[in-house]
């Protein structure tokens, strides 16, 4: 069994045909999907999907895109959501310099508030990082001086040495199908060397398809296309990795583990 470790099943795409795109992907193996918030208004409808089917769990947070509009959200307010048990992790969160659509300050600040929740709750932070990745370990590198946290760098697509920079904090990197990409020498290379216990794949679904899907629209089902890829890549065979990300989902995302059957009470 595979799991998609990001994906947006709400999001155009996919909500308009979303059983049948969870059917799709169950069928190709993909056994548990985390459904990740970007905005406020979206985590009613992200939860009451995760209620709805066992296999989908939820995330709470604001995407760095979305900073300025929620500038004055406090931890009191993502606290509250945090508590629901289908919840499992907080974000997606972090620091996004390519596009620049909020101001940088307020990326930083509401980044260090999601931060300050994970370490509260427990629940790990999932963590989006563009063209920021200086600001993006100093703000963790000082966080973690407050506190450890548990953490992911989703869709990594950073450099080899914020890869090991954040894998020496602790954090796992989950990776997507941009692996599968033909001018992504650099992160098949970093694919390789990331310890099999830190290991995730995921989709970010609708985005980013993996070959050989390029240019539709990316369904979680394809987390098997780039999971056969990174195995082939780090010379294992498909169950391998496929036992190893699944395993290092359930043990980053304990609540979600929690809801698997003969995990206990």
């Excluded at 069928?27 to 939860?47: K, Y």
């Excluded at 993502?78 to 919840?87: G, M, Q, S």
């Excluded at 997606?92 to 390519?98: I, K, P, R, S």
Aim: contains cysteine.
């Amino acid at each position: 069994m595979l799991i998609d470790s990001h994906c947006h099943l709400n999001y155009k795409g996919l909500v308009e045909q979303q059983q049948a795109v969870l059917a799709r992907a169950r069928a190709a193996g993909v056994g548990g999907f985390l459904n990740i918030s970007t905005r406020q208004r979206e985590w009613a409808d992200i939860i009451a999907l995760a209620k709805q089917e066992p296999d989908v769990w939820a995330s709470v947070g604001i995407h760095p895109h979305e900073a300025d509009e929620h500038a004055d959200m406090g931890e009191a307010v993502l606290l509250a959501a945090a508590a629901h048990p289908r919840v499992v992790a907080i974000g997606e969160t972090g620091l996004d310099y390519y596009y620049d659509h909020s101001d940088r300050a307020a990326q930083q600040a509401l980044f260090r508030t999601h931060i300050a929740v994970s370490r509260e709750t427990g629940l790990p932070l999932i963590i989006h990082t563009r063209d920021a990745e200086e600001d993006t370990a100093r703000i963790l590198a000082e966080e973690m001086g407050k506190g450890a946290f548990p953490a992911l760098i989703h869709c990594f697509t950073a450099s080899a040495d914020f890869a090991e920079r954040v894998l020496a904090m602790g954090l796992s990197i989950s990776l997507s199908g941009i692996v599968t990409f033909k001018n992504a020498k650099d992160l098949q290379a970093i694919a390789q060397t990331i310890p099999e216990g830190r290991l995730l794949v995921e989709t970010d679904a609708p985005f980013l398809a993996p070959v050989p899907h390029r240019g539709k629209v990316c369904e979680p089902g394809y987390t098997a296309d780039t999971a056969r890829f990174v195995a082939g890549l780090r010379g294992v065979s498909e169950a391998t990795l496929a036992e190893a990300t699944t395993r290092n989902f359930f043990r980053l995302f304990t609540r979600a583990g929690l809801a698997q059957p003969g995990a206990g009470a």
